[in-house]
């Protein structure tokens, strides 16, 4: 099911879809017209070929590990070396994504669900 937003809304190819570039760290776990489920992986020392998320969605982290986050290849985020424990669970609001890749840069793989709002 394709029900992307248009070209004139959304300017990435369709191929750099993280279902279709990152196969490895996204793994559909329910689709329908209104939400898109995935699941998100990425081992300790591996980092994502770049992709998009076309629309907002709720990530929720269920298994935190510290991230480099990468913009058109730019390094422009990483986590803080954690002093204390971290969460064992968040969730947040996430606007449409595009070209970006993660980098585990811990020593635990990193572990999400994002349901993407399709309708939203």
Do not use: C
């Not at 329908?32 to 995935?38: F, S």
């Not at 992986?41 to 992709?51: C, D, F, L, S, Y």
């Not at 969605?57 to 971290?86: C, L, N, W």
Request: glycine share 4%.
């Amino acid at each position: 099911m394709d029900i992307r937003p248009s070209a004139s809304e959304w300017p990435w190819p369709r191929e750099l879809d993280a279902l279709i570039a990152a196969p490895n760290s996204h793994r559909l776990l329910f689709e329908n017209d209104r939400v898109r489920v995935l699941e998100i992986v990425i081992e300790p020392g591996a980092r994502e070929p770049e992709h998009t998320h076309p629309w907002p969605s709720v990530m929720i982290v269920d298994q935190p590990a510290r991230i480099r986050y990468y913009e058109h290849g730019v390094p422009t985020f990483e986590s803080p070396a954690e002093v204390t424990p971290k969460p064992t669970r968040t969730a947040s609001w996430m606007d449409p994504e595009g070209p970006h890749s993660v980098e585990n840069i811990d020593f635990t793989p990193y572990h999400a669900l994002r349901v993407e709002l399709r309708d939203g």
